[in-house]
């Protein structure tokens, strides 16, 4: 994917850090806002495999570090969840007098419930999405009730969330009390939700009272084994693809540039896994695991030959509807594999159905061979290849 470093201001002027990752495809699906759990950041491995998930998708995410936090300006201490909310409308802002006025909103743990209180003012957005959040903003007190009494008899505390030290003071929890308030009910978007049962931070009632609050359409998907951060990059990955999915009913693809081309782009960022994209449509290339690979798609040589059948059976189908022929089905298998002489051989088995004499089935197979991929590979082709003159950002 596409990362490029973005700045914005938030209300009290300090400069918030984010990420803003795009595919390469200039055909957008949506752009997706991220709000990353309390005192998170946007580098977490979460926000970035649900963001890869996403891009590969075509959709572009913005991960931002909330005030104070990651590479964001700003005190920790002097935020609240009201501050929390206002980062969101001004990361919105940001990005759609930058770059595209964003499509869903997306929030882990006391994002998620940031967001849903975010999108009662921003009425642009289609769909939200949450993920371990809990249903009021004061369940966060959980993490540091041990300091709770400190911090009202002292002003403030230093207080330890996930293994690092914070400084809390005293207007964080009056925000929190004063922040409840369930407003889900009059947001009226399509809404997702995603929870662990096995979840030991939020538990998993605040996922039941979130679906009970919210209207139609609602959807609910259990996260089953998965902790509160989605350590296991699977569950993040997983979390990333629903998203793409589910979020196809409720969203129109943006339009892409004028200049579009149909350019096929393949990026290989980690390992050989290769994301390819063109236009609006996404694939993955790997190679398998005996070899290094993750096994997340067909290899190279394996596109090739599928390449080879699709063009093989989409030929015959053009074929046959200019002759009016009853060609109702047809199914071509490659097998690819090495000669002797080092070329590459290419053994292709065509299947037919319909209502067809043998004379015609025979002239089927005559317009196999003359398919464009089948012509290439036979006659060869050339390959300029030329190294670009911008590195990747």
């Not at 649900?50 to 005030?67: H, P």
């Not at 369940?139 to 400084?167: C, M, N, P, W």
């Not at 782009?265 to 896994?273: D, F, L, N, Q, R």
């Not at 317009?367 to 290439?376: F, G, R, S, Y």
């Amino acid at each position: 994917m596409n990362t490029e470093k973005v700045f914005f201001e938030n209300k009290e002027g300090s400069k918030l850090s984010a990420l803003l990752d795009k595919p390469f495809s200039s055909q957008l699906k949506g752009v997706v806002l991220f709000a990353h759990c309390f005192t998170c950041n946007k580098n977490f491995s979460a926000p970035r495999n649900i963001s890869k998930a996403l891009v590969k998708n075509g959709f572009a995410v913005l991960r931002f570090d909330f005030t104070g936090l990651g590479n964001s300006e700003g005190d920790f201490s002097e935020t609240n969840f009201s501050s929390q909310v206002s980062d969101i409308k001004y990361a919105s802002d940001f990005l759609s007098k930058n770059y595209h006025s964003p499509s869903i909103f997306l929030g882990h743990s006391l994002g998620g419930t940031a967001v849903l209180m975010a999108a009662e003012k921003h009425k642009g957005i289609d769909a939200l999405v949450t993920i371990g959040s809990p249903f009021e903003p004061n369940h966060v007190t959980k993490l540091f009730s041990d300091s709770i009494k400190k911090i009202h008899s002292k002003g403030k505390a230093e207080v330890q969330i996930g293994g690092r030290s914070f400084y809390l003071k005293k207007q964080f929890l009056d925000d929190l009390e004063k922040s409840g308030g369930n407003i889900i009910k009059n947001l009226r978007k399509p809404l997702l939700i995603f929870h662990s049962p096995q979840d030991q931070i939020v538990s998993i009632d605040n996922a039941a009272k979130i679906y009970d609050a919210a209207m139609h359409p609602k959807s609910f998907i259990s996260l089953d084994k998965a902790d509160h951060l989605l350590s296991d990059s699977a569950d993040s990955l997983y979390v990333g693809e629903t998203i793409a999915s589910w979020s196809n009913r409720y969203i129109s693809s943006l339009k892409s540039d004028e200049n579009s081309t149909s350019e096929v782009v393949v990026e290989t960022e980690s390992g050989y896994t290769s994301e390819a994209n063109v236009r609006n449509h996404f694939l993955i290339s790997d190679e398998p695991t005996d070899l290094g690979g993750n096994d997340l798609g067909m290899t190279p040589m394996e596109l090739v030959a599928a390449g080879l059948g699709a063009c093989t059976n989409i030929t015959l189908k053009m074929y046959a509807n200019r002759k009016k022929m009853t060609l109702e089905r047809v199914q071509t298998q490659v097998a690819e594999s090495k000669k002797t002489d080092s070329k590459r051989l290419f053994k292709r088995v065509i299947s037919v159905q319909g209502n067809l004499d043998q004379a015609q089935k025979s002239r089927l197979l005559e317009i196999a061979n003359k398919c464009p991929v089948h012509k290439l590979i036979s006659q060869g082709g050339t390959v300029e290849t030329s190294l670009s003159s911008n590195d990747i950002k």
